[in-house]
């Protein structure tokens, strides 16, 4: 029989002693466990690999842009771009890992080049006898042969290559050897890499993002709300949904996969790290069911604000911030009136003005710290500052 029980304790941050413990056996490292997608968190991915193999990282396979949108629009797929990003980020970059591999996932094809060219050039990795083909020793070359084999055929003549993720096309050509499914690939490719963590996506089905704005306008995809490759928004973002790409899906018809509420369900720390406020994070907790298995597991759960401007975040204090990140998961769990049940703690850089953190505190009664974390010369957090902060309350 096993009894648990609830404790306090006072922490130090950062506290050495568990820092230095993490960093001697990383194999034995605490289960951090993260909602994102996007780069925003692969320099912590970084670092955090130093310290643990244990943290979970589950994606947003909702991206409309760059080149994962060309790959939903051939193969009406999920995206797969922040995926093997988050993949390479956690793989094992030492002579004891797989870096002929990695180089290979790693590669994007120019912008510049002719078609026939770039077409030329992904047939001959598929053949074998491109050069970084060429250096994977078998049978692992031939298993990556037969995901590009697939992937060459299942995109015909037409497929547009340029600036295209090689590691993105393997992913593609895995994900229809599987019967379109990417649990196996991501597993396989986790393991050809050495990935040091778990990489997932929060669900796995084809679905846009859905945002409806204060001026009640209804805007659908990814693109359309991230200021890159859209104009951006014109106010801000009220509520973000799940659509089909033409209406509203609602949460229950999305639910989270038991594999998924297993892992939050065995984490030591949960954490909503920077990213874009809406497609990076919120997007995660969508799905029926993040919201209950998040609020019944009793541990510090901290929201990490983005620094510097987030076009989805636009005209958001730090509490309207927090408000639309507890908001889809108090719907799902029905702990709109204990806030605490979803977030602990808000770690914030010492910039952010102190009233803003006053306010998150009396409004929810969430802890708000101001911490030194920034990076000296960039509007970035510092990754091993805040590595060392999130392993310090666990």
């Known amino acids: 029989m096993i009894n648990k029980v609830i404790t306090e304790r006072e922490i130090s941050l950062p506290d050495d002693l568990r820092v230095a413990r993490a ?5 034995l490292g605490p289960r951090i466990l993260f909602f994102s997608g996007g780069s925003a968190l692969n320099g912590v991915s970084r670092v955090l690999k130093r310290y643990t193999f244990n943290s979970t990282h589950l994606i947003t396979p909702f991206d409309s842009g760059g080149s994962s949108q060309i790959l939903r629009q051939a193969f009406d797929m999920p995206a797969v771009g922040d995926l093997r990003s988050r993949l390479m980020a956690l793989a094992d970059e030492t002579d004891l890992g797989q ?13 510049q080049k002719q078609q026939a060219d770039l077409h030329e050039s992904v047939l001959n990795m598929t053949a074998g006898t491109h050069p970084l083909t060429r250096a994977i020793p078998q049978p692992m070359r031939l298993l990556i042969q037969g995901f590009l084999s697939k992937f060459m055929d299942a995109a015909g003549t037409d497929f547009d290559y340029r600036g295209a993720s090689i590691g993105n096309l393997i992913l593609a050509g895995g994900y229809l050897a599987n019967d379109r499914q990417l649990e196996p690939v991501l597993f396989l490719m986790s393991k050809m890499v050495d990935v040091r963590g778990t990489v997932r996506a929060v669900v796995d089905v084809n679905l846009q993002l859905g945002a409806e704005l204060v001026n009640g306008r209804h805007i659908i995809g990814q693109r359309e709300m991230s200021g890159k490759e859209a104009p951006p928004l014109e106010c801000a973002i009220k509520r973000l949904f799940l659509s089909n790409g033409e209406h509203e899906i609602t949460a229950k018809d999305v639910p989270l996969s038991k594999r998924n509420r297993k892992l939050i369900g065995q984490a030591d720390l949960i954490c909503y790290p ?8 919120i997007a995660n907790l969508l799905p029926a069911g993040v919201g209950r298995a998040i609020a019944a597991r009793c541990v510090p759960k901290v929201y990490v604000p983005s620094l510097g401007n987030d076009p989805e975040a636009r005209d958001l204090r730090l509490v309207d911030q927090v408000q639309a990140v507890l908001h889809p998961m108090a719907e799902d769990s029905g702990a709109a009136s204990e806030p605490s049940r979803l977030m602990t703690h808000v770690i914030c850089d010492e910039a952010t003005p102190e009233d803003d953190c006053k306010e998150v505190s009396k409004r929810y009664g969430i802890m708000c710290l101001r911490l030194p974390l920034k990076q000296v010369d960039r509007l970035r957090y510092d990754p091993e500052k805040l590595t060392k902060t999130l392993l310090s309350f666990i």
């Open 23 to 27: 960093l001697s056996a990383p194999h």
């Open 99 to 111: 870096p002929d591999i990695y180089a290979l996932f790693s590669h994007r094809l120019s912008k």
């Open 274 to 281: 920077p990213g874009s406020l809406y497609s990076s994070v």
